[in-house]
């Protein structure tokens, strides 16, 4: 893994190489205060999970192996200082967490939160001692499982629809949850929580798109969500301000991507995916997640990343397990600058297994 940083006024002159751990995928990243990164990845030869640390002065010497055998990519948020929890979906498609606490270290074992899931986990934290995390089932609806501080909820509460990409999950506030995902009409579908969920999956807009949304919030009823568009390859964005969307607006084509020369006798763009929004799955298993529908769509983004291209050069691989909640203006930037960092690294690192 190599790694820059923002100081404020300029990036460094040079990448640094976090000492020669090979990954798979894309890294997790989480900070708990001012002066801490966290990073987390799995193993490019043994699925397991591995976590550095960075604590104002200098990085760990070497890479720590936390076990596990893991077929996803991995999801970390942090509820207070000195306070990481880590999921992951393992070969029995269960999720599993794994905790860091000042009180006892880390866990001595993973806990499995059960659950049949196929998308990478997304997770978010309100306020202290709660967690919510999100996956996809079998049926390729919305599932939920929330820790109130003493235990997990029994069952995957089942938020419906049927979505082609992990979920992004985002919190602004005290009791307020925010998530986003593709349908398969590949438009975004949004799904809000305040004292009891929407009624109903809202799309943000008729733009398709070829990449899940990454979403954060920079303060209190603010939301910025991103995706990249399809066709075209653009990074579009919608904001949230409290009263209303501003619609998606284009942020231009990432910078690796050059703008193709127009051609007047190309052909035209390929039609948009049907618009059919989200269904309600039909069933599900013992333990609440959906394992069949008859609405289950053709084409289905997995736990694996999806990766950007242009021709035959990849661009960047975003997933939704690269949001995390960002507490402040200044913590944000730094953030997601070094989250962005990482999706782009495991662009170039990943391939498929």
Same mark, same amino acid.
């Given at each position: 893994m190599m790694h820059n940083s923002w100081n404020g006024v300029a990036w460094e002159d040079n990448w640094g190489a976090l000492n020669d751990q090979t990954f798979r995928g894309p890294f997790a990243v989480d900070a708990w205060s001012a002066q801490r990164l966290d990073v987390f990845g799995i193993g490019a030869y043994d699925g397991s999970m591995y976590h550095q640390s960075w604590d104002g002065s200098v990085w760990q010497s070497s890479w720590e192996n936390h076990g596990g055998i893991f077929t996803s990519n991995l999801a970390v948020t942090s509820w207070s200082a000195d306070r990481l929890d880590i999921f992951g979906i393992g070969q029995d498609a269960a999720m599993y967490h794994l905790a860091y606490d000042p009180s006892f270290g880390w866990q001595s074992e993973y806990d499995s939160l059960g659950g049949i899931l196929t998308s990478d986990p997304a997770v978010a934290s309100w306020s202290? #001692?709660?967690? #919510? /995390? !999100? *996956?996809?089932g079998g049926d390729f609806g919305m599932y939920h499982k929330a820790w109130d501080g003493s235990s997990w909820s029994t069952d995957w509460e089942q938020l419906g629809g049927v979505f082609t990409s992990p979920p992004a999950v985002v919190s602004w506030g005290p009791g307020r949850l925010d998530i986003f995902g593709l349908g398969t009409d590949f438009k975004v579908y949004h799904l809000a929580f305040?004292?009891? &969920?929407?009624?109903? &999956? #809202? $799309?943000l807009g008729d733009e398709t798109f070829q990449t899940p949304p990454v979403a954060v919030s920079r303060q209190s009823?603010?939301? @910025? /969500? !991103? +995706?990249? +568009? +399809? $066709? *075209? *390859?653009? /990074?579009?964005?919608?904001? &949230? @301000? *409290?009263?209303?969307w501003s619609g998606f607006e284009s942020r231009g084509l990432p910078t690796a991507q050059a703008a193709p020369a127009p051609v007047p006798d190309d052909d035209p763009p390929a039609s948009s995916p049907p618009s059919t929004p989200p269904s309600? $799955?039909?069933?599900t298993s013992d333990d609440g997640v959906s394992t069949t529908s008859a609405n289950s769509p053709t084409t289905v983004t997995t736990r694996d990343a999806t990766t950007v291209t242009s021709g035959s050069t990849t661009v960047a691989t975003v997933t939704a397990s690269s949001t995390a909640s960002c507490r402040t203006a200044s913590t944000?930037?730094?953030?997601? +600058? !070094?989250m962005a960092i990482c999706s782009m690294l495991g662009g170039i690192l990943w391939s498929p297994y």
């Open positions: 202290s #001692d709660r967690l #919510d /995390v !999100f *996956g996809t305040e004292g009891s &969920w929407q009624t109903s &999956w #809202d $799309p009823n603010r939301l @910025d /969500v !991103f +995706a990249v +568009a +399809a $066709p *075209g *390859g653009e /990074v579009l964005h919608n904001s &949230w @301000d *409290g009263t209303s309600m $799955p039909s069933s944000a930037i730094r953030r997601c +600058a !070094f």
